[in-house]
Nanobody, 122 residues
Framework: QVQLVESGGGLVQAGGSLRLSCAASGRTFSNYRMGWFRQAPGKEREFVAAISRTGGTYYADSVKGRLTISRDNAKATVYLQMNSLKPEDTAVYYC????????????????WGQGTQVTVSS
């Protein structure tokens, strides 16, 4: 089992920044590929970003150049730095962990956090 706890969400104005954190416990963090997903009201949960065990990164087209995923294996934590935020980024953000290689696919993830709300005002 892997337990994931997100933090860092909040209310921010358009153009602002937030940094989300996801602390992991349980199994060996460095073995897992980590991802961030988001879910807006009335919409399906969608892929945002992912990071491999060795630091390779993947992003949804809608966030490229604005959001940056990183990980600190020593702290068993994955981060999502969010810059130039837009109202359409408003959603609950979830981190997730997987041993699978298809990191952009929601169903590939085995473990999920409880989510943290990000609200971007216009």
């Amino acid at each position: 089992q892997v337990q994931l706890v997100e933090s860092g969400g909040g209310l921010v104005q358009a153009g602002g920044s937030l940094r989300l954190s996801c602390a992991a416990s349980g199994r060996t963090f460095s073995n897992y590929r980590m991802g961030w997903f988001r879910q807006a009201p009335g919409k399906e949960r969608e892929f945002v970003a992912a990071i491999s065990r060795t630091g390779g990164t993947y992003y949804a087209d809608s966030v490229k150049g604005r959001l940056t995923i990183s990980r600190d294996n020593a702290k068993a934590t994955v981060y999502l730095q969010m810059n130039s935020l837009k109202p359409e980024d408003t959603a609950v953000y979830y981190c997730a962990a997987t041993l699978a290689s298809l990191v952009v696919v929601r169903t590939a993830y085995d473990y999920w956090g409880q989510g943290t709300q990000v609200t971007v005002s216009s």
